[in-house]
């Protein structure tokens, strides 16, 4: 079992986000989560990827407990992929990408310049945007670049969040299929927030956020 989730709870003050989420998911699968604004969506997917304080529970990763773990055990091994922002803006478009390398690997300069070069011509993204800084990127753009910088690790565990925003269908058609080609090349478990349809119709397996919880949307 790739990724185990026990009585995940996330709470704010004053504010009940979830009460105790309990799922199990498989190497390869994409798992869509219906989202509407200010539903929780995005504090789900920090909630599962360890990245908010207090969270209750257990999200177990191939033996590595995500709620617990070291920032650089969580860092090479989940990529989260922001719904907008997330850019270092002091950094231009190439450290973006590659600086989960840089800071949490061994790599060379030549092996962390091949992988850039391969994750960004999977995703039609343009080298010529290296040297950009991120205020220079349309909203798409940001997004790849998120996304790219989200695989380039070759995560076990890939939290995207709402990943079709200003996408065009077509792109948007290429970009799922993308992520199942990196399933093949490196086994993940991908969740996506989402409140497109083909997304939904896509994945796996699908949910929608319902009384605290995740209910299963019906085929």
């Known amino acids: 079992m790739s990724l185990t989730i026990s009585k995940l ?22 798992i869509a989560i219906e989202t509407h604004v200010l539903d ?3 504090s789900l997917l920090q909630g599962i990827g360890g990245f ?15 709620l617990h773990c070291s920032p650089v055990k969580r860092a090479i091994r989940v990529g989260y992929v922001y719904e907008d922002q ?8 190439y450290q973006n990408i590659v600086l989960p390398l840089q800071f949490h690997t061994d790599l ?3 092996e962390i310049n091949e992988r850039a070069s391969e994750v960004c011509m999977s995703l039609n993204l343009s080298e010529e945007l290296f040297t950009d800084h991120p205020h ?4 798409v753009q940001t997004r790849l670049v998120n996304l ?30 993308t992520l199942r080609e990196k399933q093949q090349a490196s ?6 927030t989402t409140s497109d349809d083909f997304v939904m119709e896509k994945a796996d397996r699908a949910f929608r956020i319902k009384d605290h919880d995740l209910a299963p949307e019906q085929p």
């Open 9 to 30: 709870h996330i709470e704010y003050p004053g504010q009940r986000v979830f009460d105790s989420i309990d799922l199990n998911f498989e190497d390869n699968e994409i």
């Open 40 to 42: 929780g969506g995005t």
């Open 52 to 66: 908010l304080n207090d969270v209750g529970g257990e999200v177990n990763l191939n033996g590595l407990d995500l």
């Open 86 to 93: 997330g850019l270092v803006s002091l950094y231009n478009i």
């Open 108 to 110: 060379s300069d030549e």
């Open 136 to 139: 220079q990127l349309n909203d």
């Open 148 to 177: 790219a910088r989200g695989l380039i690790i070759n995560p076990e565990l890939l939290l995207i969040d709402e990943l079709e925003g200003g996408m065009s269908e077509a792109y948007l058609h290429d970009t799922m299929a």
């Open 187 to 192: 086994p993940m478990t991908i969740i996506i």
